[in-house]
């Protein structure tokens, strides 16, 4: 028997006691570990590794796990760069798709962790990381986001005739709507909206984050964009900003040009 194997063998069952849901089987994960290049391992921290295994398999318990035991360590790490929830929600999400999501080519990023310290250490040194470039980014683009949310909503051109007219006399109180509407989302549908639209993941990659299917991720996308246009009428007959005879006509546009200007106002 090979040393790795044996390691593996003799840590298994501690493994599985604390993961019920992990295979009785080690053999496809000692595969795994070969063709990562580990031939020795430290069986201090074979847990750890296989439930990084279990999710770069994108296993659903095992992204349940992450999410429920090892993400909460990394986000105090981020809350001693800044403490602010805007500011941690975005680097979390930055973090899940850099670990979780498949790249082109290879493993997700979190099959990378060799087993020699604790994954949720390891994990929290990696959102330091995205939380630095998070802080850098938003010094240098600061001027820059102050007027994004008004940029995105006067939606690019080739609107009808019919429709050009709204968009030029309503852009401001469109853009206050959006704004709202945007800002009253739950954390995972912004986030979703977010990965989709911005960070052109598929609803496949986003199902591997979440650990749902992809008809579910779907399903949330659709009944968030729906949500977003009644929210915004709602909106805009609540402080009587449009006509009501002219409110269809608003949300005719919003619904053609919305998925376009949703590129520019998630960053934000």
């Not at 850099?98 to 979190?110: K, M, N, T, Y």
């Not at 996308?221 to 915004?232: A, D, F, H, P």
Request: charged share 25%; with cysteine.
């Amino acid at each position: 028997m090979s040393s790795l194997l044996q390691a593996v063998s003799e840590g298994w069952g501690a493994a599985r006691e604390q993961y019920p849901a992990l295979p009785k089987d080690p053999g496809t994960f000692v595969d795994d570990l070969r063709v990562r290049g580990v031939t020795t391992l430290d069986a201090t921290h074979l847990h750890d590794l296989a439930l990084a295994w279990a999710c770069a398999s994108a296993l659903p318990w095992a992204l349940r796990v992450f999410e429920a035991t090892v993400l909460p360590q990394a986000e105090r790490a981020v809350r001693r760069i800044d403490g602010a929830d805007a500011f941690v929600d975005e680097v979390l999400q930055r973090l899940r798709t850099r670990l979780l999501v498949r790249e082109a080519e290879g493993a997700p990023r979190i099959a990378s962790y060799g087993g020699r310290g604790p994954l949720a250490g390891w994990v929290s040194v990696a959102a330091v990381r995205v939380g630095l470039s998070v802080l850098r980014e938003t010094r240098r683009d600061t001027a820059r986001a102050e007027g994004l949310w008004a940029d995105a909503v006067l939606f690019p051109s080739g609107v009808s005739a019919d429709l050009q007219h709204l968009k030029d006399r309503y852009a401001p109180q469109l853009a206050d709507a959006l704004r709202r509407a945007c800002a009253e989302l739950p954390d995972r549908e912004r986030a979703v909206l977010r990965m989709y639209f911005v960070e052109n993941l598929n609803i496949d990659k986003i199902g591997v984050v979440y650990g749902v299917h992809r008809s579910t991720v779907a399903r949330w996308i659709g009944r968030t964009k729906s949500g977003l246009v009644e929210r915004m009428h709602a909106i805009l007959h609540e402080t009587a900003a449009v006509p009501l005879d002219e409110l269809s006509s608003i949300d005719r546009l919003v619904q053609s040009q919305l998925e376009i200007s949703l590129a520019g106002l998630l960053p934000d």
